[in-house]
């Protein structure tokens, strides 16, 4: 089994930065691809970036230039780090990954990742 555990969201103003980490453990061996995702009031759950364990990143248009994702295996660990931020990327943001030989390609479709973590809030003021 693997747990994750994301940590780092809060309230911040409009133009301030955040930085997201999320920290696996369990059967690492297992975490293959990692996306960060948010859901905000009203609307679907959407992708915010992804990650291949080699280090090939993707992210959403809205978040590209502004948001980093980032991962150091040794250290069993992903981040987000969010900068230039605005009012509409306030959301419960959720660390998630699949596992290896699963095909799942939790850096691009949520429905393909095998863990989720309990998710952050990130609220961003105007």
């Known amino acids: 089994q693997v747990q994750l555990v994301e940590s780092g969201g809060g309230l911040v103003q409009a133009g301030g930065s955040l930085g997201l980490s999320c920290a696996a453990s369990?059967?690492?061996?297992?975490?293959?691809?990692v996306g960060w995702y948010r859901q905000a009031p009203g609307k679907q759950r959407e992708l915010v970036a992804g990650?291949?364990?080699?280090?090939?990143?993707n992210y959403v248009e809205s978040v590209q230039g502004r948001f980093t994702i980032s991962r150091d295996n040794a250290k069993n660990m992903v981040y987000l780090q969010m900068n230039s931020l605005k009012p509409a990327d306030t959301a419960v943001y959720y660390c998630?990954?699949?596992?290896?030989?699963?095909?799942?390609?939790?850096?691009?479709?949520?429905?393909?990742?095998?863990?989720w973590g309990q998710g952050t809030q990130v609220t961003v003021s105007s």
């Open positions: 369990g059967n690492i061996f297992s975490v293959d691809d």
């Open positions: 990650i291949t364990r080699g280090g090939v990143s």
């Open positions: 998630a990954a699949d596992r290896r030989g699963g095909g799942g390609r939790c850096h691009y479709v949520s429905r393909n990742c095998d863990y």
